[in-house]
């Protein structure tokens, strides 16, 4: 698991630092560079002062126009903000939490749902192009990357950028199961928000939604081995990230 990193925004959503989680040859990501976050509309003055003292931070938000526009972040001096949205183009799979409560909770199978959208994400997706952009720009020193809750579309840019760092699948997958806890306090929120609107079938669908399962993200990495082979051709054939460029990344990214 992480190093636990002094960057802790106290209304953040599911924030947390990547630094610490091993690569496979041992060398550990540097703290306080790559951050995994949901949505940073809830940031208290305090928190913004904290991420101040990152330079040059870019903030990375996958998150529909919609949503972001209902939800917009808070962002500190420094900060540099691409709206990035992730979603697969298909309108019937969509991580947008307010779509899916207020349209339908009740009219999709959750499970289903949610193995499609992880079968997606990873392919043809402009978003995680502008993340490996900015991975291989030499002057990008931080960036935190996010969505609506940090599970989904960031999930796959955090594996995206761990493989990338030469991490392996069951690091990946930990870093991946860990936000069920760190999702914990956001998602009993909704829970207790939504129990007057939905009934107790509505309440578990959404609980399911907001919660990390290892079978999600497991599809996606099947569905990457299905299409390329190997973790490492879809990096590199996807998103420009061969040998020379992650190299570079781990250089700049990884302690000695």
Not at 98 to 108: K, N, Q, S, Y
Not at 194 to 212: P, T
Request: net charge negative; glycine share 6%; with cysteine.
């Amino acid at each position: 698991m992480a190093i636990s990193s002094a960057l802790s925004p106290q209304q953040g959503i599911n924030f947390r630092d990547l630094g610490g989680l091993p690569a496979q040859d041992g060398r550990l990501v540097r703290s306080g560079c790559l951050f995994r976050s949901g949505a940073l509309d809830a940031l208290s003055d305090d928190d913004l002062a904290q991420l101040a003292g990152l330079p040059l931070i870019h903030v990375v938000d996958y998150r529909d126009a919609d949503e972001s526009r209902l939800h917009p972040d808070r962002l500190w001096s420094g900060a540099v903000y691409h709206a990035v949205p992730a979603n697969p183009l298909s309108a019937k799979v969509s991580a947008s939490l307010d779509t899916l409560v207020g349209e339908a909770i009740h009219d999709f199978d959750a499970e289903a749902f949610m193995l499609e959208l992880y079968r997606l994400l990873p392919f043809n997706n402009p978003a995680y192009h502008h993340l490996c952009a900015l991975l291989r720009d030499s002057n990008t020193t931080s960036l935190v990357q996010h969505c609506a809750v940090g599970k989904d579309r960031t999930g796959i840019g955090s594996a995206l950028v761990l493989f990338a760092l030469g991490a392996s699948k069951e690091t990946v997958m930990q870093d991946y199961l860990l936000t069920q806890k760190t999702l914990a306090p956001f998602r009993d929120r909704m829970l207790s928000l939504f129990a007057s609107r939905l009934d107790s079938h509505g309440l578990d669908k959404l609980n399911y939604v907001l919660s990390a399962h290892e079978t999600c993200l497991q599809a996606a990495f099947d569905e990457i081995e299905r299409q390329y082979g190997s973790i490492d051709r879809w990096l590199a054939r996807e998103y420009q990230l061969d040998d020379v460029a992650r190299a570079a990344l781990q250089q700049r990214f990884l302690l000695p």
